[in-house]
């Protein structure tokens, strides 16, 4: 059985790092951009000592990058979640505006794609003289 000093249980830096597998600069990064502020103690010594509650915080930050979320939209998440709400809602609609931007990007892809392979298709290895001489490479420049 586990007492609940164990499971109350300030841990070091190293520790944090070890268990979720993230580098320690980035988990110093995220403390300094405010990321883990309600999890994050200093000792007398100034050393930071984190609740185990930092691990769920930063699987939750891992999880949300993953999605394409950035920290600026992660931090936004997490501000809902600590002032007592369920965030999500919030997101939700980060996911949403991301699936919109992934789309749009697919879409401009695409067109690039039948662009290229247009190219591709008409490629002359020795163009005409007359192209030679107006251009750089007359199989990607119009005339």
Request: glycine share 6%; aromatic share 4%.
């Amino acid at each position: 059985m586990t007492s609940v000093a164990a499971t109350n249980k300030l841990l070091k830096i190293g520790e944090v790092a070890e268990r979720t597998g993230l580098p320690i600069k980035t988990i110093r990064y995220y403390d300094e951009i405010g990321l883990l502020t309600p999890t994050v103690e200093r000792s007398e010594s100034r050393y930071r000592l984190f609740r185990p509650s930092v691990l769920n915080r930063l699987a939750f930050i891992k999880r949300s990058q993953a999605l394409g979320l950035n920290l600026k939209e992660i931090q936004q998440i997490l501000a809902v979640h600590d002032h007592g709400e369920l965030p999500c809602g919030e997101v939700k609609q980060h996911l949403e505006a991301k699936l919109a931007d992934i789309t749009r990007q697919i879409d401009a892809l695409q067109t690039l794609q039948t662009e290229l392979q247009g190219i591709l298709s008409g490629w002359q290895e020795q163009p005409a003289a007359d192209r030679i001489q107006k251009t750089i490479c007359p199989n990607i420049q119009r005339l």
